[in-house]
């Protein structure tokens, strides 16, 4: 496990006065521990094998705290429901290719379009703070059905 999303998570509930809870790190140490992206039901299926006496709400509570103290990252890719993934300080931007068919998320990387924004940035005097690439289309899969 990544031992500065541990701290991270300790000392958020810690200045927020919240109780430790097993559940809470049942739910903490199964995120960190996914990989690509995921939404609160598929971890509440998932921890259900874990503990059969979890509640839904008690998912989400958890991983709206963990979005909260940045932990996990939202994005909701033109849905309603929201997809999480962990924020890895350690890893590189990435964007995103969704099949509008199938719902499947391919993460990409491309220096060229990370050199492109910066460059187009600097061309209209703006200062990126943030920026999300999402790119909608058929994955391969689903082409060939």
């Given at each position: 496990?990544?031992?500065?999303?541990?701290?991270?998570?300790?000392?958020?509930?810690?200045?927020?006065?919240?109780?430790?809870s097993?559940?809470?790190d049942l739910?903490?140490?199964?995120?960190?521990?996914?990989?690509?992206?995921?939404?609160?039901?598929e971890i509440y299926q998932e921890t259900l094998k874990i503990d059969p006496g979890i509640g839904i709400a008690t998912v989400y509570r958890t991983i709206r705290l963990l979005v909260n103290c940045g932990i996990l990252l939202e994005q909701t890719f033109g849905e309603?429901?929201?997809?999480?993934?962990?924020?890895?300080?350690?890893?590189?931007?990435?964007d995103?290719?969704?099949?509008?068919?199938?719902?499947?998320?391919?993460?990409?990387?491309c220096d060229i379009i990370e050199d492109d924004k910066q460059r187009i940035a600097e061309l209209h005097q703006f200062k990126i703070n943030s920026h999300k690439l999402e790119i909608y289309g058929i994955c391969s899969e689903c082409q060939l059905k």
């Open positions: 496990m990544r031992s500065y999303l541990k701290l991270r998570y300790q000392q958020f509930i810690k200045k927020n006065n919240l109780k430790s097993k559940r809470r739910i903490f140490d199964f995120v960190t521990r996914t990989k690509g992206h995921f939404t609160a039901d309603k429901k929201g997809y999480f993934e962990v924020n890895d300080i350690n890893s590189k931007h990435h995103h290719l969704i099949c509008t068919a199938c719902g499947k998320i391919i993460e990409f990387r």
